[in-house]
């Protein structure tokens, strides 16, 4: 077994880019999700050693001090971090020419030949769903005989090994958990609207909703939703609280469509109950009211659920598969019920005008989930937005963030600009949070909470501060 390194390498300050993150940028406040996508190889490679360092502060003279003792190092990489992630693999080469070095990520995954031949200092790439890549490498196994890889053979020529299954036995999938007990500071990362300190990790993957601009299901977890069973879940959560006590106060399932299957997540859910542990997941926006309320009887607090839009047209035209009555009925039972909601918005996606961005201002007021996050439409490589763009020519000579890691719009339309679509995220940000049925809930949480009156403060001072970044790059366009 070859010593390894899982490294998710220093980026911009505040970036959460290469881990775990949806949509890869600088937020509005400071953000860390967990970098599972690393962990999960990382568990099945016994003796390696998972580093997060954007959420640990840590430099990449720090990151070299610890690479020299390593044989290989596997970082996790995405399309706006690429080029920032590969100066890193090269101060790690520079400093051992024999440290092998490999990327994971959607990115790659999509793109490997043109990867490899760009970037010399990369050894190999894992395309698709790689953890059992990773581990087949660590072993030691001759890259031809490695399925789902590509790499740079002995006279420098790419080879491409044949695509690797999806991993439909997910019970048989070790804990991420003992891995971030062991490698991670779970007190460096901060989510918004989840408690702090929180742990989110996955249960299973892939997608059955076609939605053209999601990043995940069409690079590397597929449309079939494969999941661990309640039991297994039940067992790994008893782990978490052996591991972790009451330190964490909130756990997320991450998984894309934790929801879809009613009857298993209700499952999970009494044991969550039993277990006495708070939670939260993501869902779609048609979840029916008995659903919810079972849910909510048994621990949950939050839901995470994309809205995208408040124009039907535009979520028809991204095959969102919600319709907006039925988004408002299910946001109405979430009020009725107690259970809080953080909705996502983006603007920029294909059929967008000014009139539409502003029926998504009225739709996010009208609604009124406890917080939002508002992105720009972000068309990565292996989706079909992208490709739309590259057929109507929709991209700017824009990339997806900006030199300080703030998300640009690298998208426009006859219609509309991208400074129009950039400035339309701070409209909406300030006419959803600057009314009083916004600021009130937020305001009797600092109340209640002295731990939440410190963060809020800080978040308020951090949200200001990127209106003011927004607001100065309009007027320069202007």
């Not at 520079?94 to 490999?102: D, E, K, M, R």
């Not at 059929?351 to 989930?369: K, L, V, W, Y």
């Amino acid at each position: 077994m070859k010593k390894t390194l899982f490294l998710s390498p220093p980026s911009f300050d505040g970036f959460d880019g290469g881990a775990g993150a949806r949509y890869q940028a600088k937020r509005e406040i400071t953000s860390f999700w967990y970098p599972t996508w690393l962990a999960q190889p990382a568990a099945l490679v016994p003796g390696s050693k998972l580093i997060d360092a954007p959420p640990h502060n840590q430099s990449v003279e720090d990151i070299l001090k610890i690479a020299k003792d390593y044989e290989l190092v596997i970082m996790h990489t995405s399309t706006p971090s690429l080029t920032n992630d590969v100066k890193c693999a090269e101060a790690i080469k520079a400093q051992n020419p024999q440290t092998q070095i490999g990327f994971i990520g959607a990115h790659v995954a999509v793109l490997p030949e043109q990867t490899l031949k760009e970037n010399s200092i990369i050894d190999f790439v894992c395309r698709n769903e790689f953890d059992y890549t990773c581990k087949d490498i660590a072993e030691g196994k001759p890259f031809q005989e490695i399925k789902g890889l590509s790499y740079r053979d002995q006279q420098g020529n790419i080879q491409h090994t044949p695509e690797r299954e999806l991993i439909h036995d997910w019970d048989s999938m070790p804990s991420v958990l003992p891995v971030y007990d062991r490698d991670l500071d779970i007190n460096k990362y901060f989510i918004g609207y989840l408690l702090h300190p929180y742990i989110s990790f996955y249960t299973g993957r892939g997608c059955p909703a076609k939605c053209s601009f999601c990043l995940w299901p069409q690079t590397i977890g597929g449309h079939q939703y494969r999941a661990k069973s309640p039991e297994a879940v039940a067992r790994e959560m008893e782990e978490a609280k052996s591991l972790f006590g009451d330190k964490v106060r909130e756990y997320m399932f991450d998984d894309d469509t934790f929801t879809i299957d009613k009857q298993r997540a209700i499952a999970i859910s009494e044991h969550l109950k039993r277990l006495k542990l708070t939670w939260s997941c993501n869902a779609r926006a048609n979840l029916d009211y008995d659903t919810l309320k079972q849910l909510k009887n048994n621990g949950l607090r939050l839901l995470l659920v994309g809205f995208e839009s408040g124009n039907q047209q535009i979520l028809d035209g991204i095959r969102k598969g919600i319709k907006l009555e039925v988004a408002k009925k299910f946001m109405e039972n979430c009020h009725k019920l107690g259970i809080k909601v953080h909705g996502t918005f983006i603007l920029g996606l294909p059929d967008e005008t000014q009139e539409t961005i502003d029926e998504t201002i009225r739709f996010a007021c009208e609604i009124n989930p406890h917080t939002i996050q508002v992105s720009i439409a972000a068309p990565y490589p292996g989706t079909e937005l992208y490709q739309q763009a590259l057929i109507n020519n929709w991209f700017t000579d824009k990339n997806l963030v900006a030199n300080s890691g703030i998300q640009l719009s690298p998208l426009e339309y006859p219609n509309l600009s991208s400074a129009q679509i950039e400035a339309g995220i701070e409209r909406l940000y300030r006419s959803f949070y600057f009314r009083p049925r916004a600021i009130i809930p937020i305001v009797q949480e600092m109340i209640t909470d002295a731990q939440m009156l410190r963060r809020r403060l800080r978040e308020g001072k951090e949200f200001f501060a990127y209106l003011k970044e927004r607001q100065s790059r309009t007027l320069v366009k202007a």
